[in-house]
Every structure is written in C-alpha cells, then in structure tokens.
Antibody
Framework: QLQLQESGPGLVKPSETLSLTCSVS??????????WGWIRQPPGKGLEWIGS???????YYNPSLKSRVTISVDRSKNQFSLKLTSVTAADTAVYYC??????????????WGQGTLVTVSS | DIQLTQSPSFLSASVGDRVIITCRAT??????LAWYQQKPGKAPKLLIY???TLQSEVPSRFSGSGFGTEFTLTISSLQPEDFATYYC??????????FGGGTKVEIK
C-alpha cells in the first residue's frame, strides 16, 4: 500500500524559502514508471500543479512558478522535496505530494499525501 | 497554457439523480484528461483518466467521455458518498498540467 507523507514548517515568513519533504513508503521512488509531483491548493480555491521529478533527477515545472521552484529527489531516503523561494501570502496553501503516473506524455496523479497547510505570514 | 473550464461550478442534486459535469479545454487535448473527486479536508482522488478509463476500485456509476476540447463526467445514480467537489485535469506534459476550477456537488 503506497503512502506519501508531507513534512515541513507550517509557517513561513514572507520573502523566505518554503521547504517541504515527501516521504514515500510502500513503493520505491526509483520505479521507472513514475514521476513524483507537488500540487497545491490555496484555502477555498482550486488545484495548481507545481512540478514533478523523475527518480533520475529530470524535472518539469509549471512555468508560472518555475523561476522560484526546485524539486529534488533523495533515492537513499525514498523522499523527494520542494523548495519555493521568495514566498508571499499568495503562496499560502495546502501542499500535496503525489505519485505521477507517466505514460509517454500523459501524466496523472493516482496517489496523494494527506496534504500540509503552509501559511506565509510574518 | 491550456485552460480548462468546468460547468456548472455548483450543482444541487438528490440521491439517485444522474449528474453530468462538463469540462472544456481551450485547445484540443485528444484524450489527455482526468477527473478527480475531493471531499472537504481530504486529498483529491483519481476517478478517471484518458478521458474514459475508470481508475481501479472506482464504482462503475462513474463514467467519462469526450475527446478534443469537450469532456463529461457522469454519475449515473448519485450516492450519499458522492457529494464532493470534482476537478478535471489535462494530462499532456507538452503543456503545463492544469486543473479545471472545480464543480461542487451538494445535496438538494
């Protein structure tokens, strides 16, 4: 049974860097069939894809966030991480990690973590 | 970017009703579309991908159809556990992965 668990600070100050980690259990992050992604949801609003990473390190990002986002993978720990720089109140959201099922150019998210609320405030 | 517009954004329905939600894309995306269900305080759950393929263990009362720019999610007989918000998502990674604005299904 795949489980994903987000962890990291729930409060970040404006202009600082948001850092989250997703721990994966029940499957290897090194599986060739999957990418691993981050999606966020501001309170009361819809979903926004942030970016995804393959276990070998290749990434693809939402262009609207690309200049501020870095996603990395730690195969030894079966984890992947998100860094978002220069945050503002607009980055306040529930952040989800998810397994990104890749089939050619098709990417869907078939398993999700429970989500973690990150608030940007001084 | 490909924008997805869902309609309606809100609907009120009764148990047993047939419910249809539409998702329109600003350009053709072939069958690269998925549908998710999200309940309050929970992560989204994948229901359908490739426009019409039912995800494992999803009840057969859910079905999807469409191609190109217009897609539908149908719930053939609404059950109490189906009251939730539904999102479509375009799946083609040549473009940013985007979600529709959501359709909230509430009890009449």
């Amino acid at each position: 049974q795949l489980q994903l668990q987000e962890s990291g600070p729930g409060l970040v100050k404006p202009s600082e860097t948001l850092s989250l980690t997703c721990s994966v259990s029940g499957d290897s992050i090194s599986s060739s069939y999957y990418y691993w992604g981050w999606i966020r949801q501001p309170p009361g609003k819809g979903l926004e894809w942030i970016g995804s990473i393959y276990y070998l390190g290749s990434t693809y990002y939402n262009p609207s966030l690309k200049s501020r986002v870095t996603i990395s993978v730690d195969r030894s720990k079966n984890q992947f991480s998100l860094k978002l720089t220069s945050v503002t109140a607009a980055d306040t959201a529930v952040y989800y990690c998810a397994r990104d099922v890749a089939a050619a150019v098709s990417h869907r998210f078939d398993d999700w973590g429970q989500g973690t609320l990150v608030t940007v405030s001084s | 970017d490909i924008q997805l517009t869902q309609s309606p954004s809100f609907l009120s329905a009764s148990v047993g009703d047939r419910v249809i939600i539409t998702c329109r894309a600003t350009q053709g995306i072939s069958s690269y579309l998925a549908w998710y269900q999200q309940k309050p305080g929970k992560a989204p759950k994948l229901l359908i991908y490739a426009a019409s393929t039912l995800q494992s263990e999803v009840p057969s009362r859910f079905s999807g159809s469409g191609f190109g720019t217009e897609f539908t999610l149908t719930i053939s007989s609404l059950q109490p556990e189906d009251f939730a918000t539904y999102y479509c998502q375009q799946l083609n990674s040549y473009f940013p992965l985007t979600f529709g604005g959501g359709t909230k299904v509430e009890i009449k």
